[in-house]
C-alpha cells in the first residue's frame, strides 16, 4: 500500500543533466557568439587553423546548442519533474536508475565524440543532421534508453492519470525518434564497396525528396526539441513557480493535439520556390498559418494563468523569466508564420532574417526556459537556497537586451539584403553585384557579435550564480514550496 | 476520450503516434518516385567531382552557400537558367542549402574558371574586395580522399543503380585499374593551375583537395 508520507524523490540524474546543460551551454554559446563575429570581422577565422573556419564551427555551433545543451536541458527537467508528476521516485526501481546512468555516460561520451568529428570534417552536410553513421547510432541508442526509462517511470507510476506536462515528453520521445530515423538514412560505403574510409556514407535519398525529408526532419525537430519539451516544462514550472493553477484545461487540450497534428505539415515551408511540386508549398504555407493557433493557444494558457497574480512579476525575477519566454513564443510563433507566406518568403528566404526568427524563438523562449527550469530546480534538488536574485535581476536585463538586438539587428539585415537582391534600376537591369548586398550588413553582424557576447555573458552569470547555490547558498531545512527562495 | 487516454498511456502514445504521422504519408511519399526521376541523358558526377563534392561537405559550403536558383527574373538574371528537379536526380545528398550569405553556385560552372577558384580560394578579399569569406589555404596542401569517392560511386551505382559504366566495381583490382583515370582529370585541373605544389603532388599520384573541388565547381552548371 502507498504510504502518505511525502515521498522523496531522487535527483541524482536531474543533477548530472543539469551540469551538462551548463557546460554545453557555456560551449555552444561561445562558438555562437565566435562565428558571429566572424561574420563582422572575418580576420577571426583563422584562430584555430583550417579547424577554425565560420563554416566549419557552424554546425558545431548548432548541433551543440540542440543536442548537447537543449536535450541535456529536456533529459534533466524530465528527471527532475517525471518523478513528481507521476508520484513515483526513480530509486524505487535500481533497473531505471542505472539505465539513466548508462544513458547519461553514454550520451556524454557521444556528444563530445560526435562534436570532435564535426571539427574534423566528417558531416552528412543535412543541417541539424550533420553526425556521420555511427554517431547516428549512438544518438538512438541514447533516445532508446531515455524512452525505455520513461516508459518504465510511467509504469510504476502512482498517479494514474499523466499530468499535461508528460504528454509533452513523450510526444518529444516519439516525435525525434521517427524524425531522427527517417532522415537520417544512410548507406555507409565501405560496406557496400569494401574500399574507402569507414566513416562515410550515402544518403538514402536523393535531391528533391532528399530535400523534403530533410525538411520535413529539420523543422520538426524544432518542433519537438525546442518547442513540445519546453511547453512541457512551462506547464510544469510555471504552476510550481507561482502557486497558480493551469488556466485551462480545454485549452491544454487544444494546444496539445493541435500542435501535434498541424506542425508536421509546415515542413515544407523551407521549400517555398524550390522545385518541390506547388502543391507541397502551398500545403507548408496554409498550414504554417493555422500552426499559430495552437502554438498561441500554450502562451495565452500560460499568460492567463498568472491572472490576478500579475504582482509576483515585479518580485519574482523567475516568473519574469517564464513570462518572457512565452511572449518570445508568441513572438516567433507569429514571424514563422508571416516568413512561411509564399511573397514574404520571397525575399525573406536565403537572408539573415531566417537565423533572427530562429534566434528570437531559441534565446529568447527555449534557452529562457531551460535557464529558468533550472533556477526552480536548484533550492530543491541541492537544497539550497538560490545564491543571488540581484544577479538573476541583472542577467534578465543583460540578456534580454541582448535578444532585442539580435533580432532587430537581423530583421534589418534580412530585408535589406532581400530588397537588394532583387533590386533593378529603370532598365530592368540588377542594380547591385552580390558583395554590395555582404559589405552592407556590415553594421548589423557587428551589433549582433555584440549581443551574442552579452548574451554569453549573461549565461556565465546564470551559471554562476547555479554554481555558487550549490556551494554556498543558505541550506534550507524543508523544500520550499511554491516561490523558491533567493537571496 | 481525452481522460481515457491520460489514463492509458500506451493508447495515449499510439494516439501520438498516428497523429504525427500523417503529414510526412501525405506531403512526402506521393511524389517520390516523380521527384527521383533524372533529366534526359544526364550523367552522374565522375569520382574526382563526388571528391570535390565531399570536400564542399567537409569544408561545409552550405553554411554560406546555396545551390538552387529560384524561378525569379532576378535570380536568373544574376545565376542562369532556374533550377529542375531532374537535375539533383544523383545528388545524395541534397546541397541546395537554406542560407545565401554568400552567392548561389548550382550554375557556377558557367561563369568561373578554374584559375579564378584558384586564386580566391587561396584569398578571396583579393579577389573580391569586401568579401567576408575565410581562405582556405589548407585544401592546398590537404590530400582529397578519392578511394572514398570511388566507394561511393561503387555504393550508388549497386544500390540506386545510379548509371556509372562496368568499370566502377567494388574490388581493390578494379580500383587499383580506375586509380589513373582519376588522376588524369585531375592533372587536367591542375594544368589550368599556377600553384606550383598543386602541380607536384598531382604528380605524384595525390589529389589536393582544391583541385576536387574545383572540379566539383566546373560541373556545377
Redesign the interface.
Known amino acids: 500500500m502507498q504510504s502518505n508520507a511525502a515521498l522523496e524523490y531522487d535527483y541524482s540524474l536531474a543533477k548530472k543533466f543539469t551540469f551538462l546543460t551548463i557546460l554545453f551551454g557555456i560551449l555552444g554559446m561561445l562558438i555562437g557568439t565566435t562565428i558571429a563575429a ?2 563582422a570581422f ?1 580576420e577571426l ?2 584562430l584555430l ?2 579547424y577554425g ?4 564551427l ?2 558545431v555551433h548548432t548541433n551543440t546548442v540542440i543536442f548537447g545543451f537543449t536535450v541535456s536541458g529536456v533529459f534533466a527537467t524530465w528527471f527532475y519533474l517525471g518523478q513528481r508528476v507521476l508520484k513515483v521516485s526513480i530509486a524505487e526501481s535500481k533497473f531505471l536508475m542505472v539505465l539513466g546512468n548508462i544513458q547519461f555516460w553514454l550520451y556524454f561520451v557521444g556528444a563530445l565524440a560526435a562534436t570532435i568529428s564535426l571539427l574534423l ?7 541539424y543532421a550533420q553526425y556521420e553513421w555511427p554517431f547516428d547510432i549512438v544518438v538512438v541508442l541514447i533516445w532508446v534508453l531515455w524512452g525505455v526509462n520513461m ?1 518504465g517511470l ?1 509504469g510504476i507510476r502512482r498517479e ?3 499530468y499535461i506536462s508528460v ?1 509533452y515528453y ?2 518529444c520521445f ?2 525525434i525518434a ?1 524524425l531522427y530515423l ?1 532522415n537520417n538514412m544512410e ?1 555507409p ?2 560496406f ?6 569507414p566513416l ?1 556514407s ?13 525538411w ?1 526532419y529539420g523543422h520538426n525537430a524544432v518542433a519537438f526539441g525546442f518547442t513540445v519539451p519546453i511547453v512541457g516544462m512551462i506547464y510544469y514550472f510555471l504552476p510550481k513557480e507561482s502557486g497558480q493553477a493551469i488556466y485551462s484545461y480545454k485549452l491544454s ?1 487544444l494546444s496539445f ?1 493541435g500542435l ?2 498541424v ?3 509546415a ?2 515551408h ?1 521549400l517555398l ?5 506547388d502543391w ?1 508549398q502551398t ?2 504555407s496554409a ?1 504554417s498559418v493555422v500552426l499559430i493557433l495552437p502554438s498561441w493557444g500554450s502562451a495565452i494558457n500560460m499568460l492567463l494563468t498568472m491572472k490576478g497574480e500579475w504582482n509576483q512579476l515585479t518580485d519574482n525575477p523567475l516568473i519574469k523569466f517564464m513570462v518572457l519566454a512565452s511572449t518570445f513564443y508568441m513572438l516567433s510563433t507569429i514571424e514563422g508564420p508571416i516568413q512561411a507566406i509564399k511573397s514574404v518568403n ?1 525575399i525573406a ?3 539573415d532574417w ?2 533572427g526568427h530562429v534566434h528570437d524563438g531559441v534565446l529568447g523562449w527555449v534557452v529562457f526556459m531551460i535557464m529558468a527550469s533550472i533556477f526552480h530546480m536548484a533550492p530543491r534538488m541541492f537544497k539550497r537556497e538560490i545564491y543571488s536574485k540581484k544577479l538573476m535581476e541583472s542577467q534578465f536585463w543583460l540578456q534580454t537586451t541582448a535578444v532585442v538586438l539580435y533580432f532587430t539587428s537581423m530583421w534589418i539585415a534580412g530585408i535589406t539584403q532581400g530588397m537588394m ?4 534600376d529603370e532598365y530592368g ?2 542594380m547591385y553585384s ?2 554590395d548586398t ?2 552592407v550588413l556590415h553594421p548589423y553582424y557587428a551589433i549582433r557579435a555584440l549581443s551574442g557576447v552579452m548574451y554569453f555573458v549573461g549565461f556565465i552569470m546564470f551559471a554562476y550564480n547555479i554554481y555558487k547555490t550549490m556551494t554556498s547558498g543558505r541550506e534550507l531545512t524543508e523544500e520550499p514550496q511554491f516561490r523558491s527562495p533567493m537571496a | 476520450m481525452f481522460h481515457w487516454l491520460e489514463n492509458n498511456p500506451f493508447f495515449m502514445a499510439a494516439g501520438i503516434s498516428i497523429v504525427i504521422s500523417f503529414a510526412g504519408l501525405i506531403e512526402i511519399v506521393p511524389n517520390f518516385a516523380k521527384a527521383g526521376r533524372p533529366l534526359v541523358d544526364m550523367k552522374p558526377r565522375t569520382v574526382l567531382q563526388l571528391a570535390g563534392k565531399e570536400v564542399y561537405k567537409k569544408d561545409n559550403c552550405i553554411a554560406c552557400h546555396s545551390q538552387m536558383i529560384r524561378p525569379f527574373k532576378s535570380e536568373t538574371d544574376r545565376y542562369g537558367n532556374y533550377s529542375l528537379s531532374g537535375e539533383y536526380a544523383y545528388d545524395r545528398p541534397f546541397l541546395w542549402g537554406s542560407k545565401r550569405t554568400g552567392p548561389d553556385l548550382h550554375r557556377i560552372g558557367n561563369y568561373r574558371t578554374t584559375d579564378w577558384h584558384e586564386a580566391h580560394m587561396m584569398n578571396p578579399p583579393k579577389i573580391v574586395p569586401g568579401s567576408i569569406m575565410p581562405a582556405y589555404k589548407h585544401q592546398f596542401t590537404n590530400v582529397a580522399d578519392i578511394e572514398t569517392a570511388y566507394a561511393e560511386a561503387v555504393t550508388v551505382k549497386n544500390v540506386f543503380h545510379t548509371p556509372y559504366g562496368p568499370e566502377i566495381k567494388g574490388t581493390q583490382e578494379a580500383w587499383d585499374a580506375y586509380r589513373p583515370t582519376v588522376l588524369a582529370e585531375a592533372k587536367k585541373i591542375a594544368d589550368d593551375m599556377t600553384n606550383e605544389d598543386v602541380k607536384k603532388m598531382v604528380a605524384e599520384g595525390n589529389v589536393p583537395e582544391v583541385v576536387a573541388l574545383i572540379a566539383y565547381l566546373n560541373s556545377l552548371k
Not at chain 1, 570534417?121 to 543541417?127: F, I, L, M, Q, V
Not at chain 1, 557496400?192 to 574510409?197: E, Y
Not at chain 1, 537582391?421 to 533593378?424: D, H
Request: net charge positive; hydrophobic share 45%; aromatic share 18%.
Open positions: 566572424q561574420l572575418p577565422n583563422y587553423g583550417e573556419t565560420f563554416s566549419r557552424r554546425p570534417g566528417y558531416s552528412t552536410s543535412k543541417e516508459m510511467i494514474k492519470a499523466l504528454w513523450l510526444a516519439l516525435g521517427m527517417f548507406i560505403t565501405y557496400v564497396s569494401g574500399l574507402g574510409n562515410h550515402v544518403s538514402m535519398y536523393a535531391g528533391t525528396n532528399d530535400a523534403l525529408v530533410q520535413w487540450l493535439w501535434m497534428f506542425y508536421l505539415w515542413g515544407s523551407h520556390w524550390s522545385t518541390v511540386p507541397m500545403m507548408g498550414f520571397a528566404h536565403f537572408t531566417i537565423p537582391w532583387r533590386a533593378v537591369n540588377l552580390f558583395i555582404v559589405t
